[in-house]
Nanobody, 121 residues
């Protein structure tokens, strides 16, 4: 069974850095777009960054120049390097991916369980 498993969250002071990882387990047949979203308490889930299978990236304006999304297709893993963190970056970060589990299936969107990032001032 395919799952997305995140790691790398934690508590960091403002100005610090964290690196999030999200790996697709279960040997999926193919993965198209991958991305990171975040959800703060009482707020809607919002896009942080996305990356295509070819490496094209897209970022929310609020993180441009501070966050970098990347992926390792051989490891079915997407990363989010977060630098110059601010208290307003505090949220649960979730990864998602468009995954085809086998050659007989169509693509479905999968979500990870989320990892907490807390930035103290």
């Amino acid at each position: 069974q395919v799952q997305l498993v995140e790691s790398g969250g934690g508590l960091v002071q403002a100005g610090g850095s964290l690196r999030l990882s999200c790996a697709a387990s279960g040997r999926p047949f193919s993965i198209s777009n991958m991305g990171w979203y975040r959800q703060a308490p009482g707020k809607l889930r919002r896009l942080v960054a996305t990356i295509t299978s070819g490496g094209s990236t897209n970022y929310a304006d609020s993180v441009k120049g501070r966050f970098t999304i990347s992926r390792d297709n051989a490891k079915n893993t997407v990363y989010l390097q977060m630098n110059s963190l601010k208290p307003e970056d505090t949220a649960v970060y979730l990864c998602n991916a468009g995954i085809t589990v086998d050659r007989w299936s169509t693509e479905s969107t999968y979500w990870g369980q989320g990892t907490q990032v807390t930035v103290s001032s």
